[in-house]
């Protein structure tokens, strides 16, 4: 607490002290003069005040009127400790149980008539999801994060919608191209691949991590990476491909080296039209246990004054108690 709130605090109880004070001289000194008026004098009074009885009741009166100081000394500081706001603090780990999945989207020249459909089939996948952390990773001749795995699906569907947005471009490069076009060669699908399965954080949690694959796997170039040691390193790091493939059963040969890549890391291919494609690859992503992610420690305040007001409005009801006792 700020010491210039205790100042305000301290100046408050005193005035608050002060005046209780005042205010039981003077009304005890009327209360004397009104009864000094009301009684005749009396001849030997100083025998009546050595009578035990009248001792007894001097000595009670005199403990009551300490009590009702005490107690509105009391009421004043616990006032005072209620404006001041008692905090209590809780430390809490957040625990995320979920699955991890990346979305990695080939965005390359042979792409660009379904790119768009691809996009309308992620956020049909983002749907069907309740609490997965998901990324988005694109490429072409190089690799680029659009986003990490996050749980935020306004965030991830605000950022899908853009992508999906800039196939309708009128400037030489657009929104998905920038980043992806930094080395020889087109479509690079073994690099691009490898790049998704990076991706993944907290390697030494054991997790579901899933890859969306989106390509149509014409290969433009020489990759870094080759497709099948690309899908050998996610098999190592425990990573399933689904693979979408907008030319399923068109090329035969192309179509079986992505299946053999998926179906190497544990995953499928699917066809991008076929009409049970989201329904398989959310079913298949969810049949791995979510497993917790905990969060780093935090430290939470949250204002505690039920037990102060409590202790107040006793401290309040005796002072009045006593109060009305000591005016009989």
């Not at 002060?18 to 100083?46: D, K, T």
């Not at 020489?222 to 689904?242: C, H, K, M, P, Q």
């Not at 949250?302 to 107040?312: C, F, K, M, R």
């Amino acid at each position: 607490m700020a010491l210039a709130n205790w100042w305000v605090i301290l100046i408050a109880v005193a005035v608050i002290v002060i005046a209780i004070g005042v205010g039981l001289v003077i009304g005890l000194r009327r209360n004397a003069h009104h009864r000094e008026q009301q009684s005749a004098p009396i001849a030997r009074a100083e025998r009546l005040r050595a009578l035990p009885s009248f001792q007894h009741a001097v000595r009670r009166r005199t403990v009551a009127l300490a009590g009702v100081l005490t107690l509105g000394v009391l009421a004043s500081v616990i006032a005072g400790v209620v404006a001041a706001r008692p905090m209590s603090s809780e430390t809490i780990q957040p625990v995320n149980t979920s699955r991890d999945i990346m979305l990695c989207l080939d965005v390359s020249g042979s792409m660009s008539d379904v790119d768009v459909e691809v996009l309308s089939v992620f956020e049909e996948l983002l749907d069907g999801f309740e609490g997965e952390r998901i990324g988005l990773t694109i490429f072409n001749s190089s690799p680029v994060q659009i986003f990490p795995l996050t749980d935020d699906y306004e965030f991830i569907r605000t950022h899908l919608q853009s992508i999906r947005e800039s196939f309708d471009y009128m400037e030489e490069i657009p929104e998905h191209w920038v980043g992806t076009l930094n080395g020889p060669g087109a479509s690079l699908i073994g690099d691009g691949l490898a790049s998704c399965a990076m991706r993944f954080d907290h390697q030494d949690d054991e997790r579901s991590r899933s890859i969306i694959l989106a390509t149509d796997n014409e290969v433009n170039g020489d990759s870094i990476v080759t497709l099948e040691e690309a899908s050998n390193y996610a098999a190592s790091a425990g990573v399933r491909v689904f693979a979408l493939n907008p030319v399923q059963g068109v090329d035969t040969d192309i179509s079986q080296e992505l299946i053999a890549a998926a179906e190497t890391t544990g995953g499928k291919a699917y066809g991008l039209r076929d009409t049970t494609t989201v329904s398989d690859i959310i079913e298949d992503v969810q049949e791995q246990e979510a497993t917790e992610l905990r969060g780093q420690a935090q430290v939470v305040w949250t204002d505690n004054p039920n037990l102060w007001i409590a202790v107040l409005l006793v401290a309040t009801l005796g002072f009045l108690v006593l109060l009305w006792r000591v005016r009989l």
